[in-house]
């Protein structure tokens, strides 16, 4: 039996959740579209086919008792603005999308299944501002993870979402757009209330909450230190 499950888990948050999990004797399983030491099965995400192939082989094996979605990115190179928007939407709402659809065709997956769990972003907000394309594939994600949480209620199953502000981490996006410590200080004291960052070990203890607490069910935690309510909108 898996205890937790992690889609994205070769660089970044996963990276971080993957250790975080395993360091507190949680049997993982990771799942990512680049090789690396926390990735355990490699798939890209985005590929229906792929999804459908490993789905199908850890049905045949282990059965995971909780997933966290964390696969996604938060920017496209592509020119024009349908592009990002496409390639976003791919990234951060359809490879969750496929993944959940895949084994609700797989009634043996429901049986073991305690808790989903998505990782989104604060983005998915209406009051807080970024990139058009960013933000809708993020708001589909939410909404969907909303609707699933009604019909996977029959299922005894718990869907929750988590809506991060700012992540600091070691392969972090913050970690390398500043050249000094300063600048780093700088920017979260004018940008995070509590002039602190996000850390991976939040994430960890808000999913392990969500993981723990059987009664809570279709809850979104906003895990930003208040950033939303001072940032422009």
């Known amino acids: 039996m898996i205890d937790v499950l992690i889609l994205g888990s070769s660089k970044g948050l996963g990276k971080e959740l ?15 579209r680049t090789k ?7 798939c890209d995400l985005s590929n229906k086919v792929q999804v459908s192939k490993v789905v199908e082989n850890i049905s045949m094996h282990s059965m995971p008792r909780n997933i966290v979605f964390n696969a996604g990115q938060g920017r496209s190179s592509k020119d024009s603005l349908e592009e990002r928007r496409e390639e976003l939407m791919l990234q951060n709402f359809y490879t969750s999308k ?6 609700k065709k797989r009634e043996k997956w429901m049986v073991n299944l305690e808790s989903l769990t998505f990782i989104n972003s604060i983005c998915a907000l209406e009051n807080f501002k970024c990139s058009e394309e960013y933000k ?6 939410l909404k969907y993870s909303r609707a699933i949480a009604k019909e996977f209620i029959d299922y005894r199953v718990r869907v ?18 500043f050249t ?10 004018k940008t995070m ?4 960052w996000i850390y991976p070990k939040d994430i960890f203890d808000t999913i392990e909450f969500f993981i723990n607490n059987k009664n809570v069910v279709n809850t979104e935690i906003i895990l930003d230190g208040g950033q939303n309510l001072i940032s422009p909108n």
């Open 160 to 177: 929750n979402s988590i809506l991060p502000g700012n992540i600091m981490h070691e392969n972090s996006v913050w970690k390398k757009k």
């Open 36 to 42: 690396g030491k926390q990735t355990d099965i490699v």
């Open 180 to 189: 000094t410590d300063q600048d780093a200080k700088n920017f979260v004291d």
């Open 193 to 196: 209330p509590f002039s602190d």
């Open 98 to 103: 496929y993944f959940v659809e895949e084994f």
């Open 136 to 141: 809708i594939s993020k708001s589909e994600l």
């Open 18 to 32: 993957y250790e975080l999990f395993k360091s507190n004797k949680y049997k993982v399983l990771g799942i990512s």
